[in-house]
């Protein structure tokens, strides 16, 4: 497929799936953008549920409603792949969230692999398999869940008056007594990576007085429990003049 072909396709999309839904859209056309998150076929009917970043919308392919091109585009289209979809929403109380497009086209934008991933899956493969598993609702859930904490977070500092400052990732000395350091060799000499902001903050805070960062630390330590200590995000805070009172 040529290059401009397909960025034109792609750019057809009218409405994210969550639009859908929040909107007065029944009996509107739309087009949308997403991956094959199910598929199941019942002679000349095909169901897609059809997943974007937003939600899942049920999508229904009648063969005697549709071109050839669009009918085999439907059969062809494997779990994950990606697709252009358009058509009219309509009511229908089987479909998830009761409304359900009646599509017109379908277009692969690109044909998935056998999606390896089942409902059966172990730990052990799905940490094998971990960049397919991002997809599943699950750990899309927690990963905007933790944008919102950080979101927040910052939100509530630099109301505030907190500065956000960014500290280096390599550093020359532990920050934290004790803590076990993870070398690095930095240009022939030995760095590690950081433990903690709080060096770099306690200078800034003589020009800000306020500041804080939110960034990945590292500990070359063996974790006693589930919640591993090796790799973690730190939020820290630095205040100038600041008293008990005002701490707590």
Known sequence: MLEKELVERMSRKTHAVREIFQKDLLGERVVLRGWVYRRRSHGNLIFILLRDSTGVIQCSIHKEQVDKKTWEEA?????????????????????????????????????????????DAGKTFLLDNRHLFLRSPKVTSVLKIRAKV??????????????????????????????????????????????????????????????????????AEKSRTRRHITEYWHLECEVAFGTHEEIM
């Open 150 to 219: 950080c979101k927040a977070a910052r939100e509530y500092l630099e109301e505030e008056e907190y500065v956000e400052v960014h500290t280096p990732s390599f550093v020359t000395a532990a920050v934290e007594g004790g803590a076990t350091l993870f070398p690095v060799n930095y240009f022939g000499r030995t760095a590690y990576l950081t433990q903690s902001g709080q060096f770099y903050e306690e200078a800034a805070i003589n020009g800000l007085e306020k500041v804080y960062c939110l960034q990945p630390s590292f500990r």
């Open 75 to 119: 059969e062809r289209a494997t779990i994950e792949s990606a697709l252009v979809v358009g058509g009219v929403t309509t009511h229908d109380k089987r479909a998830p969230g009761n409304i359900e497009l009646r599509t017109h086209f379908v277009d692969v934008i690109s044909l998935a692999e056998p999606f390896p991933i089942k409902k």
